[in-house]
């Protein structure tokens, strides 16, 4: 049994991965949330408030930590600096492994919207570069296919907005003609695989692709136009376009109703801009790197997601 803290892991993905590791029971979980912890009581998980990102207190709470897992949402965390302060005092507190905040798709691929990742992928490496003082690895699962199941997703731990995609009104946004390959994983299953990746002897890798299944927009829209009856209204957009910060489609996708038109402009558009892009240039294909560690983990397909949003999208219209 080892201690495992997760950082920031209160919800979508983060809180998946919690919830196995508190199941599970096989070691000691250790959660943090500035928020109070009332708020978080999982079975199985020791829930901790921590405000103070100080050096001193970090490294005082990490002592006897062997793994760290971090989630930290970029749009509080500015020039990564909190992340980076975590990790310092990881390396100070003698912790063994740490994954960053990535869980989504390939970093370094030249996407404007994961530059704010570069900060903490390069100290790590200048960290290890010339003596390795702490293991890390990436967990990069595609793109959460919990995501595909708005508004009705599987937990309702995980808040989903339509990411290019929306089920319930049949419409969704291709660039280009919808072919480009794309990884979705539920993030039942990363939790899955987290889980045993916590006990793998061998050193976790920069290179943590996990594939539930490789697909396309095009094929997610024809598997739920069988599954639902409905067809789908599709909004091509074009790269060239995309790549300038223009989201040309009647239809944008936003996290939240009633967006005032300034946040649309200034947060939303870049935001899907950039994931739409990023799928285009294969961000969201990674390999089956953590699929070929654990062979034996089965993955649930988008199929199996659709039926079941699709099907408790049906019992919330028929209960009004």
């Not at 990564?80 to 975590?86: K, R, Y």
């Not at 296919?145 to 419409?171: G, I, Q, V, W």
């Not at 639902?228 to 239809?251: A, C, H, V």
Request: charged share 25%; glycine share 8%.
């Amino acid at each position: 049994m080892v201690r495992v803290t997760i950082v920031g892991g209160a919800g979508r993905v983060g809180r998946a991965i919690v919830e196995e590791l508190g199941a599970q029971g096989k070691h000691e979980i250790h959660l943090w949330t500035r928020r109070d912890p009332s708020e978080h009581q999982i079975p199985g998980v020791k829930t901790l408030q921590v405000t103070d990102y100080s050096h001193e207190n970090l490294v005082n709470m990490l002592r006897g930590t062997h793994t760290v897992l971090a989630f930290f949402n970029p749009m509080s965390d500015p020039g990564s600096n909190n992340q980076i302060a975590l990790i310092d005092a990881a390396v100070a507190a003698g912790v063994t492994r740490l994954a960053p905040s990535e869980w989504a798709g390939k970093v370094r691929s030249g996407i404007q919207m994961y530059d704010m990742k570069e900060p903490v992928l390069d100290h790590l490496e200048n960290l290890n570069k010339d003596k390795k003082v702490i293991e890390w690895g990436l967990f990069q699962p595609g793109l959460l296919m919990d995501y595909l199941a708005h508004p009705c997703p599987p937990s309702k731990n995980f808040d989903t907005f339509p990411l290019l995609f929306d089920l319930e009104n049949a419409r969704a946004v291709f660039v280009e003609d919808g072919t480009s390959p794309v990884v979705f994983t539920s993030s039942a299953d990363v939790a899955k695989v987290v889980a045993r990746a916590i006990d793998y002897p061998d050193a976790w890798t920069f290179d943590g692709g996990i594939v539930g299944q490789r697909t396309s927009y095009k094929e997610i829209v024809e598997t739920a136009e069988r599954i639902t009856g409905q067809k789908f209204t599709i909004y091509s957009l074009r790269p060239e376009d995309l790549e300038k910060g223009e989201f040309k489609s009647p239809w944008i996708p936003a996290y939240a109703p009633d967006l005032s038109a300034e946040i649309m402009r200034d947060v939303v558009v870049p935001f899907i801009s950039g994931w739409a892009l990023g799928i285009s240039k294969g961000v969201g294909d990674v390999k089956p790197v953590w699929n070929e560690r654990f062979p034996d983990i089965d993955y649930e397909t988008v199929e199996d997601m659709l039926r079941g949003a699709w099907g408790r999208i049906q019992a919330q219209r028929k209960s009004g």
